[in-house]
């Protein structure tokens, strides 16, 4: 650079060194191979982008499939959201409380998060495909995707949370509703546990499913059980799935704790960090009558039962409907191009 722009100028070996050695550096960087286009070869060609652009089944997977997932799965969606305000009923007595105001009742808020849903799943699939490639680390997709996602679903889900905890307290005469979250904000109290959950559910499928895949395959070897490649593919996300949903499962509560908690939601920095504090505290351990910590509450395996319900449920169905999609995909058939009897005129005749 110096002697483009100075010809005069003679640099010393050590400048030399050093500039040679950066050029090292950043010609080993993982990420600029894969992003950037490399220079024009020696017969004037060139590679083009590394980076490949998610294919097409797994855009469709994620605008149609995920949409799918969200709705079904609403009324565990909103069980939880109960459970983190009630350490008291059990899972069947909040999935009743879902339904009591009539089987409609279980969806309801379920509408919230459907739109969002459909780019929200794309960065589940497709972009985590994308960053895959393009960063060359799953770790760090992982964590990009996840933060991509709060970004998209934070305001929606937060929304349903809100409508379905309002709902039960009507009901029951509470009195503690809180006001409802503007969906089209995408953060705000209570996101940044949202982005360490979703990192920690979004591991499941995407780091832990090979080693549990590759785990019960050997099982399958040793015990001389044969199982179709699906079903076994199936069975790897799900434990994978139900590893995820167990180290979340406190982290979602905290979410949802904190999106219909008015003290947290109108609350300091500090006071939310203690208000969290509290309610982890008081919801799954137990205490002596000094205050000394003594065990575990029942409120932990209710809770890790009733998130292992829905994080694997949702995760597995969207895997299998993401590779269902790939599979159907590449059964389609490319028609064979016709050639009509006049375009045949004169073929034969001009061949050498």
């Known amino acids: 650079v110096l002697v483009a722009f100075f010809p005069s100028a003679q640099p010393s070996g050590g400048l030399l060194r050093a500039g040679a050695e950066v050029g090292a550096m950043v010609l080993r960087s993982r990420c600029l191979r894969r992003c950037c286009p490399p220079r024009a070869a020696s017969d004037g060609e060139s590679k083009g982008w590394q980076v490949k652009f998610p294919e097409t089944p797994l855009i ?3 605008a149609l499939g995920g949409p799918f997932c969200i709705f079904f799965l609403t009324p565990l969606r909103n069980a939880l959201t109960l459970a983190s305000q009630d350490a008291e009923s059990s899972s069947w007595e909040l999935y009743e409380s879902t339904f009591q105001g009539g089987f409609s009742s279980g969806w309801t808020g379920g509408l919230a998060p459907v739109l969002p849903s459909c780019p929200q799943f794309c960065v589940m699939g497709p972009l985590f495909h994308f960053l895959k490639e393009a960063l060359g680390s799953t770790p760090l997709a992982v964590f990009m995707s996840a933060v991509a996602e709060t970004g998209i679903s934070y305001g ?3 929304l349903n949370a809100q409508l379905a905890f309002n709902r039960e307290q009507l009901q029951t005469g509470g009195g503690a509703e809180v006001p409802l979250w503007n969906p089209l904000i995408p953060f705000g ?8 959950r979703n990192i920690v559910a979004l591991s499941g499928i995407r780091i832990f499913a090979k080693p549990c895949q590759a785990l019960i395959r050997r099982l399958l070897t040793a015990t001389g059980v044969r199982l179709p490649d699906g079903l076994r593919q199936f069975v790897g996300d799900f434990v994978a799935s139900i590893g995820s949903a167990v180290l979340s499962a406190p982290l979602n509560q905290c979410y949802n ?3 219909t908690s008015q003290a947290f939601m109108q609350g300091t920095y500090t006071e939310r960090a203690e208000e969290l504090a509290n309610f982890l505290s008081r919801s799954y351990l137990i205490h002596d009558a000094s205050g000394r910590v003594v065990g575990l509450s029942p409120t932990l395996g209710r809770d890790l039962f009733m998130r292992c319900a829905y994080v694997a449920t949702l995760y597995a169905i969207f895997s299998t409907i993401e590779r269902l999609a790939v599979a159907a995909w590449a059964m389609r058939k490319p028609r064979a191009p016709t050639i009509s009897r006049s375009h045949t ?6 061949a050498p």
């Open 345 to 350: 005129v004169g073929i034969k005749a001009s």
């Open 189 to 196: 109290p209570g996101s940044t546990v949202h982005i360490l």
């Open 156 to 158: 929606s889900q937060t």
């Open 257 to 259: 704790f904190a999106v």
């Open 60 to 62: 469709l997977a994620g």
